[in-house]
């Protein structure tokens, strides 16, 4: 009985995990010089409620801010470093993304879109991963050589939190600089992460789960990315994926939660010459914004020729505050408006009112939005926090067999490794729910997918037909992925 209360708890602590998550914002450029400051801004009533707030950190292009369930502030980061609730720098939360660029970008935090994503780890109510990069390559490319995590243990320092681990090297490869985002896996608890190859259409895809970050696993994307400024999001419902990038466009795919998979692109040339951009989707997914320096367009997604669909909401009035208050990265915000802020710092920003609705009828209201310091065209990172299961998908259930899952997680393992013509898997026999078993490559393409026999401890998979290389085995006890195990194949 106190077995089967302790799994409803973890269940009900999951489903809640994340609500107020991304209810404040933070803003602000050189903070410590003249009428320059930091901002805060509050969604917990449901409007865009800003205030001063007293801290030295300046944002520049990277920003991630992270409260808890009720909406109260943790801890916020600019890619320099991290601060706590109080302001002050969390417990080892110095040091972030080492390199010459971050220590150029000290003073007012690192210019890279989307630099910062923090994801909650899944089972772990008090753990946080931040994803994290710098320029790696400054005055050439630009490129990030390294995707970094970072973990903060908000059980650490009295409860102001900690990092227990920096700087994680969890790839390595030249990548676009930021447009870091993520997407919550059909089952509702775990998340896909994507990072962009540069100068090329590569997409990187990790899964986080309850044991640990899976991958990389990767897709060709088609269109090769620059650095130039963009963004790039999912929608809220986690169907669809978008990626402004000003030379290289506008890429829309459809995203399989459960697989990870991107089809069906729709590639759509802007043409309008601008430097900067960004791309939000509406609430209900309809419909997708990209401001472009001078103008913000919106595509409605439902359309037969999405290509077609493009209106014109907004075109930049030529107002100065001191420098051209236009149009940058835009942000989906907890009260359903869409925010923009401006490509040069600035006190202004824009605001879509009813982005659910077609045309003029969405209400874009161009500097409406007055702050009481200036903001150098930083938006927050938040992905959708709050999507849950896909329901009629093989990935949607979690409490499926959810008793083997606790209790035997830890119990399946795979010798020899590496192995030639076959290796064996170990798993209690006890496990009496139908089970499978998947082998993928380094890609993430299956490469052999099979069914295992209940009440067996032992499962010998014959490997001759595979090359010599890394593989990731799955096994999944029905409708869930228990556990993925690395193995190397030699000849």
């Known amino acids: 009985m106190k077995l089967k209360i302790l799994l409803t708890l973890l269940i009900i602590v999951n489903s809640l995990n994340g609500q107020g998550i991304n209810n404040k914002w933070m803003f602000g450029y050189d903070c410590c010089a003249g009428n320059y400051s930091t901002m805060t801004v509050d969604f917990s009533a449901g409007n865009f409620d800003v205030s001063v707030t007293p801290t030295q ?24 470093y991290i601060a706590n609730a109080l302001h002050d720098t969390m417990l080892n939360g110095a040091g972030l993304n080492p390199g010459s660029f971050t220590t ?37 490319t630009y490129a990030a050589y390294y995707l970094y995590y970072s973990i903060i243990d908000m059980t650490l320092n009295g409860g102001l939190g900690g990092i227990s681990q920096k700087n994680v090297v969890l790839l390595y490869d ?9 997407n919550k896996h059909a089952n509702g608890r775990d998340w896909w992460l994507v990072s962009h190859k540069l100068f090329n259409g590569w997409m990187y895809k990790f899964l986080i789960t309850p044991f640990g970050i899976q991958g990389p696993y990767g897709q ?42 991107f089809s069906n692109l729709i590639h759509i040339d802007i043409n309008d010459s601008m430097p900067t951009g960004g791309v939000a989707f509406s609430p209900n997914g ?24 493009k209106i014109t909401i907004g075109v930049y009035d030529g107002t100065a505050d001191p420098n051209a208050a236009n149009f940058y990265l835009s942000h989906l915000a907890p009260n359903g408006k869409i925010y923009i802020n401006c490509a040069n710092s600035s006190k202004l920003m824009h605001v879509i009112n009813s982005p659910d609705s077609s ?4 209400d874009f209201c161009q500097h409406c939005i007055i702050l ?32 083997n899952i606790i209790l035997f997680e830890n119990s399946i393992s795979i010798y020899p490794n590496p192995a030639k013509d076959y290796f064996i898997i170990s798993m209690p026999s006890t496990i009496t729910t139908e ?57």
């Open 57 to 80: 950190m300046s944002f520049s292009e990277t920003n991630s801010v992270t409260c808890d369930s009720s909406g109260n502030l943790l801890f916020y980061s600019n890619g320099v």
């Open 104 to 140: 150029s970008h000290a003073h007012y935090g690192l210019t890279v879109p989307q630099g910062n994503l923090v994801i909650p780890i899944p089972g772990e109510p008090t753990k946080y991963y931040l994803f994290h990069e710098t320029a790696d390559d400054p005055g050439a």
């Open 174 to 182: 030249t990548l676009v600089t930021g447009r870091l985002t993520a």
């Open 220 to 261: 060709d994307l088609i269109t090769p990315r620059d650095v130039n400024f963009g963004q790039a999001v999912f929608s809220q419902q986690g169907n669809k994926f978008a990626y402004y990038e000003t030379s290289r466009d506008l890429d829309i795919w459809d995203f399989d939660r459960c697989t990870g998979d």
């Open 286 to 309: 309809r419909f997708l914004y990209v401001p472009s320096t001078d103008y913000i367009y919106q595509f409605d997604l439902s359309s037969s020729n999405v290509a077609a669909s």
């Open 359 to 362: 045309g003029v009828a969405c």
């Open 372 to 403: 009481p310091g200036t903001n150098a065209f930083t938006m927050p990172n938040h992905p959708n926090y709050f999507l849950g299961a896909g329901v009629g998908t093989i990935c949607d259930s979690l409490t499926n067999s959810i008793e």
């Open 435 to 491: 089970g499978f078993l998947e082998i993928a490559n380094q890609l993430g393409k299956r490469v052999e997918f099979m069914k295992l026999s209940i009440n067996t401890s032992f499962h010998e998979i014959n490997t001759s037909k595979l090359e010599p290389g890394i593989y990731f085995v799955t096994i999944q006890i029905g409708q869930r992925a228990l556990d993925t195990k690395k193995i190397v194949i030699i000849r």
